[in-house]
Structures are given as structure tokens and as C-alpha cells.
């Protein structure tokens, strides 16, 4: 991102004002939309509603058995989460303890099962952004000590630690959450979300003949195809285009990537367009642009088509 704020511009404010409700939601469609982005199954990602249910201290878990690209959120074999919001200052002995150790001093189950697998713990700080000028690695130790008092075993244990700009780096990666994240979802640029809570995205839907197989072919073609996507989806006025997309894009590990425009005249010269496609941003985005005719629909995907893999573009008109 450039130094100008834009309509993807996303601030540690935008983290701080968030419930810890809000924080795990949040957190969960990034996961999701990490999971799309490596080609593994949504059904790896399990991350609980029932934040105030006892948990094991763990808030989310993502087991991976592939290899898969490690330089993301998720890390192969099992990866479990500990969500915060507020000051909560991980450098702190007491809450270290509070992580990861129940209120008799054994480590909480979930922790230590995660350990005991090798697997990776990670720390995701909603509300903090190292005030206190202590730096990871130091941070990471204070873990590390804490459990070799319990076993030396763990003196290597894979902890991670998220802080509010390494998470705005995360959710930056995907337009819809960046937008979803500072308000901006509700207008020109709608998330999933949003543009499903439009009236006439409320109304009625029964399936014509041929639209679940439709709705089957363009969920499976955002899925697998390997190159920057065009699909153009045309028929007549009113026969339910735009829903049949909608539909076909709900789904849990599709809808955190989708951004919907009305028109082509939101999206065309808009800072959307503009960000996405400068040469130093990696977006993941399904790009839904509504009543796009054919000079419209030539001109973004000229802008498009060459993007790679992290680019899907949707077009519908009434050809």
C-alpha cells in the first residue's frame, strides 16, 4: 500500500475498536481466506463462535497434513490460535501465565496437546502493537521459559506472536477484509456480506432449470483454475444473473475474497482498480462487477488478465 489513505486503507484503530466477538469473526474469514489462497480445505479451519465457552486455550485450530506455503498465517501440521483484544500486553509475566496455563498451573490442555504435536502456537494480538519497545524474539522467549519450568522438552516450542501491523499486513492481502474492516463495505465497493443484505438479494430464491449446475461450474472454476479468471455471465433481464453469483459465492472459503460493484462506472479510475492492480500489491479478490457491458467488462479485464492466479473477475449483463 501506498503512503496516501485510500478505500482499502486499514489502521490499528480499525483493530482496536473491534469485540472480542467481532475479533474472532474477523479472524476467522482471514483464515478462510488463507486457506483459498493455499488450495486447502475450509473443512481444516475450525474456529468456534462460542468464544466464552470453555476452550482448552485455544480459540482456533488449522490442521494441515500438505505441504503447503508457510510464510502465511497457517503453518503445516497443527497450527491453534489465541485471540485478544484490548492492552493485552504479551510481554507481561501474568499474561503469559494466562495463556498458557490453566488456574492450578498446569498448561492448558489444548496448548500442550498442540506442542506435544509439534505444531505451531500463535498469539493474535487484536489491541496491541508493542508499546513497550520489546521485540519478538524476547516476547517469544518469555513463552519458552514459562514452559521449561514445566518440561525442557518445550525450550524449542513454535510460538508466534501477531501484533496489530503484522496482522494489518494479513488482512491487507484481502481487499474484501480490508474493506470490511474499515466501513467502507456498505457503499461503491460491497463485501459478500453487504451485498447479501440488499432487499432485492432478500427475496425468494428458487433455482431455474440449470442454475444449480451453473452455480456448481462457477463455484468449481474459482476454486481450481490456476490462472487470473474471467467469467462473464449473461442472459436475460430478470432471470436471476446476479443471484445465481451471489449463490454460487456464498460459500465460507469464496465469500472473504468477494467485492461487488453495482456498476462498471463505481469500479472503473477507482481507487479499488487503481490498488489493484499496481505492481507491488499481492490481493486475493473475486471482482463482482454488475451490468458490465462488453467495452467495459475488455477494458478492466486488459487491466486484469495478466495478474495471475490472486485475481478472479466476474462481469454479468443482459446480452
Known amino acids: 500500500m501506498n503512503d496516501l489513505n485510500t478505500v482499502l486503507t486499514i489502521t490499528n484503530a480499525d483493530l482496536d475498536r473491534l469485540s472480542p466477538e467481532l475479533a474472532v469473526d474477523r479472524f476467522r474469514q482471514l483464515l478462510w481466506a488463507e486457506a483459498s489462497r493455499l488450495g486447502i480445505s475450509r473443512s481444516l479451519v475450525d474456529v468456534p463462535g462460542a468464544i466464552t465457552v470453555p476452550d482448552g486455550g485455544i480459540d482456533a485450530e488449522v490442521v494441515v497434513e500438505q505441504d503447503i506455503d508457510t510464510s502465511g498465517l497457517i ?3 497443527v497450527t491453534r490460535y489465541q485471540i485478544k483484544t484490548g492492552n ?6 501474568s499474561n503469559v501465565k494466562d495463556i498458557l496455563f490453566t488456574g492450578s498451573g498446569e498448561i492448558k ?14 498469539l493474535v494480538l487484536f489491541g496491541w502493537d508493542n508499546p513497550d519497545q520489546t521485540d519478538d524474539s524476547a516476547v517469544v522467549e518469555r513463552f519458552r521459559k514459562q514452559l521449561v519450568q514445566k518440561d ?11 501484533r496489530q501491523n503484522q496482522l494489518l499486513g494479513h488482512f491487507s492481502q484481502y481487499p474484501s477484509l480490508a474493506l470490511l474492516l474499515n466501513g467502507r463495505n456498505v457503499s461503491r465497493f460491497q463485501t459478500h456480506d453487504s451485498w447479501s443484505a440488499n432487499g432485492d438479494m432478500n427475496l425468494d430464491f428458487v433455482p431455474g ?31 436471476g444473473k446476479t443471484r445465481l453469483v451471489l449463490e454460487a459465492t ?23 482498480l487503481n490498488e489493484i492492480v ?17 467495452t467495459d467488462r475488455s477494458h478492466i479485464w486488459n487491466l486484469l488478465q495478466h495478474r495471475g492466479r490472486r485475481i478472479r473477475f466476474i462481469s454479468i449483463h443482459n446480452d
Do not use: W
Not at 112 to 121: I, P, Q, Y
Not at 152 to 162: G, I, M, P, R
Not at 250 to 263: H, M, N, R, T
Open 75 to 77: 503453518q503445516c501440521g
Open 88 to 93: 493485552f500486553v504479551a510481554s507481561q509475566n
Open 109 to 122: 490442555p489444548r496448548v500442550k496437546s498442540c506442542l506435544d504435536a509439534n505444531g505451531t502456537l500463535v
Open 152 to 162: 525442557a522438552k518445550y525450550a524449542d516450542a513454535s510460538v508466534v506472536v501477531l
Open 209 to 239: 432449470p440449470g442454475f444449480q449446475e451453473a452455480m456448481d461450474d462457477l463455484r468449481n472454476e474459482l476454486i481450481t483454475n490456476p490462472n487470473a479468471l474471467h467469467v462473464h455471465v449473461a442472459g436475460e433481464a430478470g432471470i
Open 250 to 272: 456464498k460459500a465460507e472459503f469464496i465469500a472473504p475474497l468477494v467485492i461487488y460493484c453495482g456498476s462498471p462506472t463505481t469500479v472503473i479510475d477507482s481507487d479499488l
Open 278 to 294: 499496481r505492481t507491488d500489491n499481492d490481493f486475493e479478490v473475486i471482482l463482482i462487477v454488475d451490468e458490465c457491458g462488453p
